[in-house]
C-alpha cells in the first residue's frame, strides 16, 4: 500500500513559479511510477508528467501543454515526487493529483486508469 499526501499548492499570478511535493509511505515507493495529473472544473483529470521508476531509466514524459515549463523529479530516499512549475499560465490553474503507477511502460502511465494509488489533491489557481 502507498499512501499520497500532495502539498504546496495556492494562489499565484501568471508568470510565477510553484513547486508542488507529493510525501509517499510505504516500502515499495521506487517500484511505482509516479505521475502528477490536474483536473480542471468541468473537465476530465489529465496527464501532466510522469517519472518512471529509477530502474527503467527514471525516464520522464510531460504533457505538450507544460513542456519546457514544469519539471518532475523523485527523491526516493525522501519518498517524495516534485512537481517545479514555471511560466504558470491561468489555464494551468486546476486541482494537482499525485499517483503511483505500477507500470514500467511509460506510455501505460500516461493513463489515469492504471495507476493504483492517488493522492488528495492540491489546488493551484493562477490568476491573469
Known amino acids: 500500500q502507498v499512501l499520497l499526501v500532495e502539498s504546496g499548492g495556492g494562489l499565484v499570478q501568471a508568470g510565477d513559479s510553484m513547486r508542488l511535493s507529493c510525501a509517499a509511505s510505504?516500502?515499495?515507493?521506487?517500484?511505482?511510477?509516479m505521475g502528477w495529473f490536474r483536473q480542471a472544473p468541468g473537465k476530465e483529470r489529465e496527464f501532466v508528467a510522469v517519472?518512471?521508476?529509477?530502474?527503467?531509466?527514471?525516464?520522464?514524459s510531460y504533457a505538450g501543454s507544460v513542456k519546457a515549463r514544469f519539471t518532475i523529479s523523485r527523491d526516493n530516499a525522501e519518498m517524495t515526487v516534485y512537481l517545479q512549475m514555471i511560466r504558470l499560465k491561468p489555464e494551468d490553474t486546476a486541482v494537482y493529483y499525485c499517483?503511483?503507477?505500477?507500470?514500467?511502460?511509460?506510455?501505460?502511465?500516461?493513463?489515469?486508469?492504471?495507476?493504483?494509488?492517488w493522492g488528495q489533491g492540491t489546488q493551484v489557481t493562477v490568476s491573469s
Open positions: 499517483g503511483a503507477c505500477p507500470s514500467r511502460l511509460g506510455v501505460h502511465c500516461q493513463r489515469a486508469s492504471m495507476y493504483t494509488y
Open positions: 510505504g516500502r515499495t515507493f521506487s517500484s511505482y511510477a
Open positions: 517519472i518512471m521508476q529509477s530502474g527503467s531509466g527514471g525516464i520522464t
